[in-house]
DNA sequence: AAATCAGTCCGGTGGC
DNA sequence: TGCCACCGGACTGAT
């Protein structure tokens, strides 16, 4: 599950591959194409696949950025416009001289958008469940949601903005691992990165915003931000699907200490699996109060 | 009015 | 072995 270290590494490797270069084609699979034709909203949002096909192609790829788990393309033609990319559950970006060069088959099987570049090699997109997004807009406000995320973790404003909206009445009775998985409070921080700072900083995932005290929200806090930075040195996390554009892995989840653990790696206790916020959530009863 | 909930995009996986 | 319920980022629309 790609999360904010993982995207963090995509574009690092995306950039400089594709930066200046022309995207001369672009292909959308027939399985997409089919999904959309029956009313499907599938990875290409709100436009035709053909539509989507004639606004790339042809244009520059002026700048590649990340935003919360987002990557943004600024791309040009006449003027500059985005395309704007989440990877879900399951994305993935090859870059490869070939689709056969895509390093395993069950990438290699899944692949519904391909860009290829003026220098001849392509820029393909995988997505074994489909469960990523493409969007072409003019301009970001376009999708006003993205307008919504919360200011990037390693920016100064970003710790003032969790602590605010933290501490914010509508919030007191909510489980502090619902508001550090919000991307409107903390970008990028999904359930492996919040399991893992909670395990680290011994809070519950269940407590109550109103019962954590200031100085340690900010240890949290902190801890978010350290744990985001040692997974991109790691290369990010690998649990399942997680492939850098070379389709190499990550090796943060051998530093794990609790997410997919059944015993704590602290005391040893067995671990427990809460729902929270719709997702499970696993913790030691021990270490996390 | 605001908060919550189900639905949406799916294939892989684990349990029976 | 084969089937099927379940899982999940993040948005959207309904209640």
């Keep these: 599950m790609p999360e904010l270290p993982e995207v963090e590494g995509v574009v690092r490797q995306i950039r400089p591959v594709s930066i200046g270069k022309k995207i001369e084609a672009v292909t959308v699979s027939d399985i997409i194409r089919l999904s959309k034709a029956n009313g499907k909203e599938a990875i290409i949002k709100?436009?035709?696949?053909?539509?989507?096909?004639?606004?790339?192609?042809?244009?520059?790829?002026?700048?590649?950025?990340?935003?919360?788990?987002?990557?943004?393309?600024t791309l040009r033609k006449d003027h500059e416009f985005l395309l704007v990319?989440?990877?879900?559950?399951?994305?993935?970006w090859f870059y490869v001289d070939q689709l056969q060069s895509i390093p395993e088959d069950?990438?290699?099987?899944?692949?519904?958008v391909i860009l290829t570049l003026s220098d001849g090699n392509l820029l393909a997109f995988s997505d074994i469940r489909r469960f990523g997004e493409m969007r072409v807009l003019q301009e970001e406000a376009e999708f006003p949601p993205l307008l919504l995320m919360a200011p990037e973790p390693f920016e100064p404003g970003a710790r003032e903005h969790f602590l605010a909206i933290a501490e914010s009445a509508k919030y007191q009775n909510k489980a502090i691992k619902e508001l550090i998985m919000d991307g409107q409070i903390i970008s990028?921080?999904?359930?492996?990165y919040a399991t893992e700072a909670l395990f680290k900083t011994k809070i519950h995932?269940?407590?109550?915003?109103?019962?954590?005290?200031?100085?340690?929200?900010?240890e949290l806090f902190e801890s978010?931000?350290?744990?985001?930075?040692?997974s991109i040195e790691a290369g990010g996390s690998t649990i399942s699907d997680y492939r850098n554009i070379n389709g190499e892995s990550g090796s943060m989840q051998d530093r794990f200490?609790?997410?997919?653990?059944?015993?704590?790696?602290v005391c040893g206790t067995m671990t427990?699996?809460?729902?929270?916020?719709?997702?499970?959530?696993?913790?030691?009863?021990?270490?996390?109060?």
């Design 224 to 230: 978010i931000v350290a744990i985001l930075l040692e």
């Design 85 to 92: 990319n989440h990877l879900g559950m399951s994305g993935a």
């Design 106 to 112: 069950k990438f290699r099987r899944h692949v519904h």
């Design 205 to 218: 995932p269940k407590r109550a915003a109103r019962r954590i005290s200031r100085r340690r929200k900010v």
């Design 272 to 289: 427990k699996t809460l729902k929270i916020g719709g997702r499970a959530s696993v913790y030691c009863p021990t270490c996390q109060k």
């Design 188 to 192: 990028g921080c999904g359930n492996i």
């Design 46 to 73: 709100r436009m035709e696949a053909d539509r989507f096909v004639d606004s790339l192609t042809g244009a520059q790829i002026v700048r590649v950025e990340r935003r919360s788990k987002y990557i943004y393309f």
């Design 257 to 265: 200490g609790m997410y997919g653990k059944k015993q704590c790696m």
